[in-house]
């Protein structure tokens, strides 16, 4: 589906938030690589997704009633054998019609599980001043206790994405610390910049939060996507 008409199709039916699945689709529709996915309305789909995409995998709700899925227990991640998935998915279901029981269930999304290595986190705001705003962090305590994140008006080159990677305090964790090998900072830089085009592109979006961003030696896996929407 084409980026203009998942936004209007939000819109229409009066919601602020994207699904996840839909923020994948406008993230990949600017060239930025998301983890495997299926959006899925059963068991058995979920079966036939896993089987396509291999194990291990987390399941997460999809409502747009939802936006902390792991409130209300809407998410089961290190699922590694069809066993699992079949209770992790009855599990899953329970919670929510415990937990949320007025909520419009769309689907559960299975996304293939990835491994873990160093987290960042990379968002876009739209300030009342500046216009939107990108905001690239470490991930984990470092961005919730140490605040250690970097803000650079858009649009953002890629060139000027690099700039923002090193000048966080925790830049030495991608470079290559204490024996460490340095990590991909440059598609890191690629995805920032990425985004500020997103975000120069679509003035509908008011917010965006990829957290957390794994970084590989090579590559990325974007783990959680959030999308707001101007009021």
Same mark, same amino acid.
């Given at each position: ?9 939000? *819109? ?31 068991? @058995? ?40 998935? @079949? ?49 690239? %962090? *470490? ?12 803000? @650079? ?34 598609? *890191? ?29 090579? %590559? ?5 996507? @959030? ?5």
């Amino acid at each position: 589906m084409e980026i203009h008409k998942i936004l209007e199709k939000a *819109l229409s039916e009066g919601r602020k938030n994207l699904l996840e699945n839909e923020a994948y689709e406008v993230l990949s529709s600017y060239g930025v690589h998301v983890s495997p996915y299926k959006l899925v309305h059963s068991l @058995r789909e979920a079966e036939d997704a896993v089987k396509a995409m291999g194990f291990p995998v987390v399941l997460k709700i999809v409502s747009p009633d939802i936006v902390h899925k792991s409130d209300v227990g809407g998410v089961k991640i290190g699922i590694e054998s069809l066993s699992q998935l @079949r209770e992790s998915y009855g599990e899953l279901m329970k919670n929510v019609e415990k937990n949320a029981p007025n909520a419009k269930v769309v689907g559960v999304l299975v996304v293939k599980m990835a491994p873990k290595s160093v987290e960042v986190v990379v968002g876009m705001l739209r300030d009342q001043t500046f216009g939107p705003t990108v905001m690239f %962090g *470490l991930g984990g305590i470092l961005v919730e206790i140490m605040k250690d994140v970097v803000f @650079r008006i858009a649009p953002v080159s890629k060139e000027e994405a690099l700039e923002m990677i090193k000048k966080v305090k925790g830049y030495p964790l991608l470079s290559g610390f204490r024996g460490s090998k340095p990590l991909d900072v440059e598609s *890191l830089a690629e995805l920032i910049s990425k985004v500020s085009k997103i975000a120069i592109d679509n003035s509908v979006i008011d917010q965006m939060d990829l957290n957390p961003v794994i970084v590989y030696e090579k %590559g990325l896996a974007i783990v959680d996507a @959030r999308i707001i929407l101007k009021p």
